[in-house]
């Protein structure tokens, strides 16, 4: 493991099997509490994540990417640039590109872990909801819109990139069009149906819920397994089975995905990867299942910026 943090982008790194995972610091937001624990109390929530006095919490924006031996995978792309002020003023974010590499902190972050947007050929979006996808275009020096990875396939469920068309009342604020359609309209989607291989190692599985064709990434190399959970389990706050986002359209589904996968994860020891929580980028559960404990596995050290 190991931790770069000059420009205060950090990027942390560390090896799964054959693989290296660098967990990018793409910068940052803030949500409603409320809204993030759904039906949980404030005064609950409020001792695991303090809001602040317009009572949003802080989020990371983590993305992840991934050396392996057949591809650079980057799974989910942040907020982007395209967005305006009164929009980032509402959602506290702040994801400014600070050594000029490129039109966010995201490819600060991807030339920080010695690489840059170029090399990427694979981009995982785990959902398209514009802090998940906003990465995946953006403005250019004169306002055009841009694909962000111009070599990059990018991989998303057929079901999600269908629902994030239906542009009903409910959904359509988090389903903002120039950060897919531009994509699509360069022929760079490959839409998936269920579970499916990426490369090998690398696997989208469905965990329905959050959005209904959310998906979260499965990486396995020499015999260690990791998941990118994505908005399964955003936060280590959320690892309780109730803790459940109020943004999620299919609560009860959210409960049932849950249930199985940390259910699994916790049997065969894998590392979980948090997008969203604002201090821990990866652990994993111990315990009885009566008392699981969650051991976080961010390395200390370097969370100054
Ligand atoms: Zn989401």
Redesign the pocket.
């Known amino acids: 493991m190991g931790d770069a943090s000059t420009d205060g982008v950090r990027v942390r790194t560390r090896t799964l099997g054959d693989f290296r995972l660098h967990a990018l610091d793409a910068g940052s937001q803030k949500l409603d509490g409320g809204a993030m624990f759904g039906v949980v109390p404030k005064p609950l929530w409020q001792k695991r994540i303090p809001a602040d006095e317009r009572n949003r919490i802080p989020l990371a924006l983590r993305c992840l990417l991934v050396e392996t031996r057949d591809a650079l995978i980057l799974i989910d792309t942040g907020v982007g640039n395209k967005e305006n002020e009164r929009f980032r003023e509402i959602y506290g974010i702040e994801n400014a590109s600070r050594s000029g590499h490129g039109p966010t902190q995201l490819e600060d972050a991807i030339v920080k872990a010695g690489h840059s947007p170029d090399d990427v050929d694979i981009v995982i979006d785990t959902?398209l909801?514009f802090?998940?996808a906003g990465g995946n275009t953006h403005f250019d020096a004169e306002g055009h819109v841009k694909v962000s990875f111009p070599r990059a396939k990018y991989i998303v469920q057929q079901g999600e990139r269908d629902f994030a068309h239906l542009r009903n009342e409910r959904i359509s604020a988090?389903y903002l069009p120039h950060n897919f359609d531009p994509v699509e309209a360069a022929g760079q989607y490959r839409f998936v149906h269920g579970d499916s291989v990426v490369v090998p190692g690398v696997k989208v599985v469905p965990t329905p819920g959050?959005?209904p064709y959310h998906q979260s990434v499965v990486l396995e190399s020499a015999g260690r397994t990791a998941c990118y959970l994505a908005?399964l389990v955003p936060t280590t706050a959320h690892l309780p089975l109730p803790w459940i986002m109020g943004?999620d359209v299919e609560p009860l589904v959210t409960l049932e995905t849950k249930r199985g996968l940390l259910a699994r994860a916790k049997r065969e020891e894998w590392l979980l990867i948090f997008e969203h929580d604002p201090e821990m980028a990866w652990g994993h559960i111990e315990g009885d299942d009566a008392r699981p404990v969650f051991v976080d596995e961010t390395s200390p050290g370097e969370d100054v910026p």
């Open positions: 959902h909801h802090d998940h988090s959050h959005t908005d943004y």
